[in-house]
Nanobody, 121 residues
Framework: QVQLVESGGGLVQPGGSLKLSCAAS????????MGWYRQAPGKQRDMVAR???????NYADSVKGRFTISRDNAKNTVYLQMNSLKPEDTAVYYC???????????????WGQGTQVTVSS
């Protein structure tokens, strides 16, 4: 099995910063794209940022210039540095990864359990 475990969420004031981490563990041959998604109450889950194995990134327009995604391939970990946080960034943040479990496996999509980020004064 493959597990994605997020950490780093919490309560922060508007204008503040948080850094989320997501570590993948288990039977892993390789990891392709990794990303962060978020879901606010009553809304659909939306992409926040994604990163390829060679470091190419893609961001939602609402977070460009404020959030930075990065990854450490040696640690199978993806990060999301969030600066200048706004109340509308409040959501549950989910980690996502495309994982090959063996050389012969196709890529399967895995999700973390989610971490709450609340931006409020």
């Amino acid at each position: 099995q493959v597990q994605l475990v997020e950490s780093g969420g919490g309560l922060v004031q508007p204008g503040g910063s948080l850094k989320l981490s997501c570590a993948a563990s288990g039977r892993i041959f390789s990891i392709n794209d990794m990303g962060w998604y978020r879901q606010a109450p009553g809304k659909q889950r939306d992409m926040v940022a994604r990163i390829t194995t060679d470091g190419s990134t893609n961001y939602a327009d609402s977070v460009k210039g404020r959030f930075t995604i990065s990854r450490d391939n040696a640690k199978n970990t993806v990060y999301l540095q969030m600066n200048s946080l706004k109340p509308e960034d409040t959501a549950v943040y989910y980690c996502n990864a495309g994982v090959r479990r063996t050389y012969f496996s196709s890529t399967s999509n895995y999700w973390g359990q989610g971490t709450q980020v609340t931006v409020s004064s």
